[in-house]
């Protein structure tokens, strides 16, 4: 099927690594925040969130690393496979629940 | 979180015509939203899909071209009207629950306006 992210910048990194994903957001009012991965021909899978009363949140391998100052939010992946080979999209909370994303990561993970 | 299910999965459309999106959710949200993402690109928020009243649409999206209906809290429809290749895109249902948590994605719907 078509594959998203064809235009969006591409991260590579070798089975094993460790990926660091970076999002710059808008809003400085934004109060929640989630990070998604996308397969292609899928719709965007959740895979962790942080609230700004926060500043960092761990998951199963997953990281995410929340910077207000500078309006920045990072997830890192450890142990990188490569079933994680997708787009990653960082996404906020903008008000009224509604969800402004970002312009999305190609991960590319090699064996 | 809840389980959304979407159809149709992809459509081949001429120009001209309609298609009309479906959203149906397993449990109840609070929220319904439609996004689009076009080849390559992120997504974008078309519109808000308000129970029983009209939708809350976004800088750039009208009703007239996204027609929005949501009868009731598990249940929403998008039609994509008068299609143009340009419509041409995914079109993504999305549900959240209360407090801005389970925010959860559809399949989506591939449309190709031929």
């Known amino acids: 099927g078509e594959s998203v992210g064809l235009h969006l910048p591409t991260l590579s990194v070798q089975e094993g690594d460790n990926s660091i994903i970076n999002c710059a957001y808008s809003n400085s009012a934004s109060d929640y925040f989630i990070w998604y991965k996308q397969e292609s021909g899928k719709g965007p899978q959740f895979i962790i969130d942080?609230?700004?009363?926060?500043d960092k949140r761990q998951g199963q391998r997953v990281t995410v690393l929340l910077n207000k100052t500078v309006k920045h939010l990072s997830l890192q992946i450890a142990a990188t496979q490569p079933g994680d080979s997708a787009v990653y999209f960082c996404a906020e909370n903008t008000g009224f629940q509604k969800l402004v994303f970002g312009t999305g990561t190609r991960l590319l993970v090699s064996p | 979180s809840a389980v959304i299910s979407q159809k149709p999965s992809r459509d081949i459309c001429q120009r001209g015509t309609s298609l009309t999106i479906q959203c149906q959710v397993d449990?109840?949200?609070?929220?319904m939203f439609w996004y689009r993402q076009q080849p390559g690109q992120s997504l974008t928020l078309i519109a808000t899909a308000n129970q029983g009243s009209e939708a809350t649409y976004e800088s750039g999206f009208v009703i007239d071209k996204f027609p929005i209906s949501r009868p009731n809290l598990t249940f929403s429809t998008l039609t994509v009207s008068n299609l143009s290749p340009e419509d041409s895109s995914i079109y993504l249902c999305s549900g959240a629950g209360d407090l801005n948590y389970g925010y959860t994605f559809g399949s989506g719907t591939r449309l190709t306006v031929v």
């Open positions: 942080i609230r700004s009363n926060m």
């Open positions: 449990s109840q949200v609070t929220m």
